[in-house]
């Protein structure tokens, strides 16, 4: 069986799934509790080791890619293609998507065990992975697009999965129509390349025409910031990343999924797959890198005071989504790639020590929490281990991870670099207070003042997988990106398996990637200064009330877009002006033309009473104006 039939059967299990519990779900009333979960976990954890295969056998040896295409439809010359395009770059987020579904599916057989939609929530996450697999190894730009769309409308479905709540219906449709916005820049992306031709749709096409020099500068240019557009929407840069931390009003699981390794990652997948484009055009490259060098540090310093584990957590992935993008803006595909592929493991573990958390003290409100870890000692491991690798310590897997992007931004700009050494201090920061807060000091009393000695552990379906997460978290950076071949494992593996993709790269000539051991010692450093501020802040009364009230806020973003933009310039002016004018001018004039219409068949009324020397004389004058109206066309050079 060929790696594309085998990327088929990835997508089916979990479509299967969707199918199958969405059926039984809406058109009998059997009750499908007892089979929806497990049905998602057999589907999605066979996808995930048949992915693994793929990606074991392919990333030794000199993997390029495979494509297989048919066409799906066609209007004369226009014509579409539907296929799959499996290159290093697709290798990895599968494995990323299946692999992390497939651990959140069993973490979630407990965690939403009690919850009356638990069918529902089968059913969409489903739905989900099937829709962000389909994204990830289309091979043409519409079907692309189709899978894109479908991502943010079950992320909608998700976000506000307990609808009952206002909270999570506004902050689904926050969601849902601040990522339109970049949806709407990237389909006239997409729109002007049709323009050039259908065929350039397929995106190997696409990669030729750009290396070849077929598209203009200009036009290439303007489709770059087109898909930049669309990947900030999808990826929560500034200035669309107000949607994220308000989307962590779903369950706790569905946040470690759409905001670690799928949804928020589909942005910076779509930078990865259009490198070729994005590379080319240096505004553009510029764009992305400042776009993420920036937010990095803007979303990470909101970090530093928010009270609510799941929004820092949220706060923490569109600062690391910045490193993401700071990378891919300077050229350091591979080290992009890479940290999306570390940090996919310990922020999925993160998000779900938070439920667990939560689980237990019924809030996720840190200042009611404390005093957590010596009864939730499992739960305090597995998020230390995730928090100190996302700090970036060595020899943890976001040690290596950020140091490849650091280095890579050292390349291309002093700025850059700085501004990513920059965030390495404030995520040790928040990080540190996020830990400090939750499991030191004295037991704040949860949500409902619950007693010291009723805290528990979470069940064992949502530990396992945390246990099972804390394993490449610590480990699967080394493993990687080693600077050292560690036996069958060449050093910085991933690196050079995915610069080496002659797709992305068809010059490529293989060239020895070094690690950097100043980088790497300031980093640590400037990570260590970090963790110590925070603890020494913890112990003082310091408070810069002024900042704090700027941060807690949230810089006035949301009242800026929410109030002054929403309700005062839309809702209280452009809609007052749109009422004026429909009133004073089209509801006027067409009482005009109505009763205009009226005088004139009143008039012609009379003409039809049934005397015929009346209606003679009519017919007669309406021919004679016809015919007049024929020849003085004529006259004035009428054919």
Not at 139 to 167: C, D, H, P, R
Not at 503 to 513: N, T
Not at 522 to 537: D, K, P
Request: aromatic share 16%; net charge neutral.
């Amino acid at each position: 069986m060929t790696n594309n039939e085998l990327i088929w059967i990835i997508f089916l299990l979990p479509l299967s799934s969707f199918l199958i519990n969405g059926t039984l779900l809406t058109f009998t009333k059997f009750n499908t509790k007892s089979i929806s979960g497990p049905l998602n976990v057999l589907t999605i954890g066979f996808s995930f080791l048949i992915c693994l295969f793929i990606l074991i056998n392919g990333i030794g040896s000199s993997f390029d890619y495979q494509s297989g295409s048919f066409q799906w439809f066609s209007f004369g010359l226009f014509e579409i293609t539907m296929g799959i395009l499996l290159d290093p770059l697709t290798l990895i987020m599968i494995t990323v998507v299946t692999g992390i579904s497939f651990l959140i599916q069993i973490y979630s057989l407990a965690y939403m065990e009690h919850d009356e939609g638990y069918s529902r929530y089968f059913t969409y996450m489903a739905l989900f992975t099937t829709s962000m697999l389909g994204l990830v190894f289309s091979k043409n730009l519409i079907q692309m697009f189709i899978f894109w769309e479908l991502v943010g409308a079950t992320s909608y479905l998700l976000i506000g999965f307990w609808f009952k709540k206002q909270s999570a219906i506004k902050a689904a449709k926050k969601a849902f129509l601040m990522t339109r916005i970049g949806d709407f820049g990237l389909i006239i992306g997409i729109l002007l390349i049709a323009k050039q031709g259908s065929q350039y749709l397929d995106i190997t096409q696409f990669y030729l025409a750009v290396q070849n020099g077929i598209f203009t500068t200009e036009i290439l240019t303007l489709i770059g910031l087109l898909f930049v557009v669309g990947a900030i929407g999808k990826s929560a840069q500034f200035p669309l990343h107000n949607w994220l931390p308000d989307a962590m009003e779903g369950p706790t699981p569905v946040s470690a999924l759409l905001h670690s390794a799928t949804m928020v990652t589909a942005g910076v997948f779509l930078i990865a797959r259009m490198f070729p484009l994005i590379s080319a055009i240096e505004i553009v490259s510029s764009t992305v890198a400042y776009i993420g060098g920036f937010t990095l540090i803007f979303a990470a310093t909101m970090a530093l005071v928010s009270n609510d584990i799941k929004r820092v957590l949220a706060y923490s992935s569109i600062s690391q989504l910045g490193y993401m993008f700071l990378a891919l803006g300077s050229g350091a595909y591979g080290a992009a790639i890479l940290h999306l592929f570390t940090h996919a493991w310990f922020k999925a573990l993160l998000f779900l020590g938070a439920g667990s958390v939560g689980h237990a003290v019924h809030t996720f409100d840190m200042t009611k929490m404390g005093g957590l870890k010596d009864h939730m000692k499992y739960t305090y491991w597995t998020m230390m281990l995730a928090a100190i690798s996302l700090i970036g310590i060595f020899p943890f897997s976001g040690f290596w991870s950020k140091d490849e992007v650091l280095l890579g931004a050292s390349k291309d700009s002093n700025i850059l670099f700085l501004m990513g050494l920059f965030g390495v201090i404030l995520t040790g920061f928040y990080m540190t207070r996020m830990m400090l807060m939750t499991f030191f000091g004295d037991f704040k009393g949860g949500e409902s003042g619950l007693e010291e000695k009723s805290l528990h552990e979470s069940p064992k379906f949502m530990i396992y997988p945390m246990i099972l997460l804390a394993v490449p978290s610590v480990l699967i950076g080394f493993i990687v990106s080693s600077p050292i071949n560690l036996g069958g494992i060449d050093k910085h593996l991933m690196v050079s398996f995915l610069d080496h993709n002659k797709l992305v790269f068809p010059d490529y000539h293989h060239h020895e990637i070094k690690f950097n051991f100043m980088i790497a010692i300031v980093s640590s450093l400037l990570a260590i200064s970090g963790i110590i501020i925070a603890i020494f802040t913890s112990r003082s009364n310091i408070n810069f009330k002024f900042i704090r009230k700027i941060l807690t806020n949230k810089y006035y973003l949301d009242y800026l877009y929410e109030e002054v933009i929403t309700e005062n310039l839309f809702y209280k002016r452009f809609i007052k002006l749109l009422d004026f004018f429909e009133t004073n001018f089209i509801d006027k004039a067409s009482h005009s033309l109505s009763s205009s219409i009226r005088w004139v068949s009143n008039k012609f009324a009379i003409t039809q009473n049934g005397q015929l020397q009346i209606q003679s004389i009519t017919f007669f004058l309406g021919l004679v104006i016809i015919i007049s109206g024929y020849f003085s066309w004529l006259l004035l050079g009428g054919n």
